[in-house]
């Protein structure tokens, strides 16, 4: 109970602080454009009326965080689902792209990851360019992935799912690496005196050694595959997902929008990364771990 | 010369220059490769695959396959040339078959296992090299024998010359998007960070609000900012330096942050005995301490300080940069000037993550993660 105390009151109170800092940047941001809009219609308001005309603009430079609130949770929960204006539909969007994304990027870069460790000229020769290919900004070619894919009549979920599965691998075979690796010697020797084969060795010790390593990989991988999905709604014109409702919100300049695809972005990540860390827990306990 | 038993790669080597001499020509109407030029290929498939059964020092042997399988690619590719898309099974096979020579070069390169740190060296360097050239051969030689159409994927000699011809323009993009957005967004994002983190290590108060919303932070896609961004700085580069600047803060705070705990008590407890105050400390045992975590974020951030500052460039940008470039070029189909800017892109990054892998290397030289390897 007191540790529960001890971090929610730190982190509270910064997000208190946050909350704060971002009315006084509303404020002071909106500022300049309801003078000049007072000027205009030749009012001049008290200090009040001020204050609640620049957080309530239509359009504002920076949106209040009740505006932000309010907008998340008129298209959450009071539009219906297969409205074009409601979250959910952007977010389930996305979230069907991430989610197949992720899914291809963990089996490959576990197949990956085997085929390094039991392969020495694998290791040797394409363990270089693995990482080598994520010094690339690789987000870069998502709007070519799209458009090409697109010429030849692929189109949907499968370009965004082909970018989110380029970024989700990586993490995925460098942490599996680690993890098929991380039986020392002695466990190693172990199991020779066992007479264990190596498909044994490799499904008795090696897997099973590996399974942390898988998880707190995936938790990154799953991060970078919403991120690779929403960067391969960009390209496609804006029709549906988060961030081609980030895009379309831009080019309106329809800032409180944007702010309410974000929020739902960064939920959808929250709940993703709290599922990857909820699987990992009940795996982990069922598989003899002790609970930290 | 005794002999030896042949090496699974052989036996598909021959197996698939047997397949190619049997569906001849390579190409439909056989104008591409002379009759002296297709016996030469296969003579040299056939012949490296089976001088794989003589028992020879590896070295000569790999070096045996390397040639073989270079020359074979090379003579392939050059008669292809010119009537692209004419490629027929027997091409495939010669390439594939090419391919595996080159694979088991390699695996012969990756089991030498030599003495002296020059040859490690430079088997590190060789062996990835022939991988990636590889897979530049497959993909010229792929591309030009289906005749995959120029706008779905452009072969890498036409990128490269595409490359070398548009060199003012690409120079253009780097200094906006790399030299402007990326260094500036980095150094203020990487300091700030720091900077931060070294305040929360003093306030222990702020340090346990910080470090959770730190991490929830970077799980994130903090990429949505940018088109906010794009509208508080405006169009040119000081909205992508900003984007920049807010992906790689919390990295460099949280590594930074678990870095400064990584000195331990006893070293801690020893600096009290010499009567060292906070910032003796902190300047000559924790800082020091925490080098291999801080260099960590700084290698993530500059993967990330490319992308963000790439992406921000979609949501709008003066008529230079390298994210403007690919998303007009993408629309006007010119997919080799994409390929040629995603080169330079590459190229950028690994420059980059190089540049402050080897700083590491030189600072933190006493750190057993260094010196072991």
Redesign the interface.
């Known amino acids: 109970m007191n540790s529960v105390t ?2 929610i009151v ?6 208190i602080g946050i909350v704060i800092g971002w009315y006084v940047l509303a404020v002071f941001m909106n500022a300049p454009f309801q003078r000049d809009m007072d000027r205009r219609a030749n009012v001049a308001p008290g200090t009040i009326e001020f204050l609640q005309s620049t957080l309530s603009q239509a359009k504002p ?1 920076v949106p209040a965080p009740h505006q932000v609130a309010q907008n998340v949770f008129e298209n959450t929960f009071l539009r219906k689902v297969t409205s074009n204006r409601s979250l959910v539909y952007h977010a389930a969007v996305t979230l069907s792209s991430t989610l197949l994304g992720f899914t291809f990027g963990t089996i490959l870069g576990v197949l990956i990851a085997v085929g390094i460790v039991h392969v ?2 694998l ?7 693995i990482i ?1 290919s ?8 998502a ?2 992935i799209i ?2 894919l697109a ?2 009549n692929i189109t949907g979920l499968l370009p965004k799912a082909l970018i989110s599965t380029y970024l989700s691998f990586f993490p995925v075979a460098v942490g599996m690496v680690k993890g098929l690796r991380s039986p020392d010697l002695m466990l190693l020797d172990l199991m020779h005196t066992y007479n264990a084969s190596p498909s044994q060795v490799f499904w008795k010790l090696r897997v099973p050694a590996s399974v942390p390593f898988l998880f707190a990989s995936m ?1 990154v991988a799953i ?1 970078a595959s ?2 690779g999905a ?2 391969g709604e ?2 496609t014109g804006a029709v549906a997902g ?2 081609a409702k ?2 379309s ?2 080019y309106f ?1 329809n ?1 409180i929008d ?2 309410a ?2 929020v739902a ?2 939920i959808v ?2 709940l993703l ?1 709290g599922l990857v860390g909820l699987a990992s827990n009940i795996v982990e306990h069922a598989m003899g771990a002790r609970p930290t | 010369m005794s002999i030896q038993s042949l090496s699974w790669q052989s036996w598909v080597v021959l197996l698939l220059a047997l397949i190619a001499m049997l569906t001849l020509p390579f190409t439909i109407d056989s104008a591409g490769f002379s009759a002296a030029q297709t016996a030469l290929v296969l003579a040299l498939l056939i012949g490296a695959a089976i001088g794989d059964g003589l028992r020879l020092p590896v070295v000569s042997k790999a070096v045996l396959f390397f040639l073989a399988a270079h020359i074979a690619a090379w003579l392939l590719i050059a008669g292809i040339a010119g009537q692209e898309g004419s490629g027929r099974a027997s091409f495939f096979c010669a390439i594939a078959a090419a391919w595996l020579l080159a694979w088991r070069c390699v695996s012969l390169l990756s089991s030498v296992r030599s003495r002296s740190r020059l040859t490690g060296a430079l088997l590190r360097i060789l062996i990835p090299t022939i991988f990636g050239a590889w897979i530049l051969i497959l993909w010229e030689a792929v591309v030009r024998g289906a005749g995959v159409p120029f706008i779905l994927l452009p072969p890498p000699a036409a990128v490269g010359q595409r490359l070398m011809n548009s060199l003012p323009v690409l120079g253009a993009d780097v200094r906006q998007t790399i030299l402007k957005s990326v260094l500036i967004g980095y150094a203020i994002g990487c300091g700030a960070g720091f900077v931060t983190a070294i305040l929360a290590d003093r306030v222990a108060f702020l340090r346990k609000g910080l470090l959770p919303i730190g991490n929830m932070v970077s799980a994130l896609p903090i990429i949505g900012v940018a088109p906010i961004m794009v509208m508080w700085f405006g169009f040119d580069w000081p909205s992508k330096a900003a984007v920049v600047v807010v992906m790689t803060f919390f990295p460099m705070l949280v590594n930074t942050v678990a870095g400064l705990a990584a000195a331990s008590h006893m070293e801690r407890d020893l600096m009290r005995t010499y009567a060292s105050g906070y910032w003796q400390t902190l300047w000559k045992l924790r800082l020091p301490a925490a080098a291999p975590f801080i260099f960590n974020a700084l290698k993530i951030n500059s993967t990330l300080a490319l992308i963000g500052a790439i992406v921000a460039e979609f949501f709008g940008t003066p008529v230079v940069g390298m994210g403007f470039r690919i998303s007009t070029e993408v629309g006007r189909m010119n997919i080799d000037m994409v390929w040629a800017e995603i080169a330079v892109a590459a190229v950028a990054g690994s420059v980059f993550y190089g540049v402050i892998a080897l700083i590491e290397r030189a600072t933190t030289f006493w750190h057993p993660s260094i010196r072991g390897g």
Not at chain 1, 123 to 129: C, G, I
């Open positions: 001890e971090k730190p982190v509270g109170t910064l997000l430079i020495a000229a290791d040797r020769s394409l363990m270089p360019w080598a994520q010094t690339i900004p690789i987000l870069a070619i709007p070519m458009v090409v010429a030849i938790k991060a919403l991120v929403i960067v960009l390209p988060i961030g980030l895009l919100a831009s300049s800032t944007m702010w695809a974000l972005g960064s990540a929250m990364v």
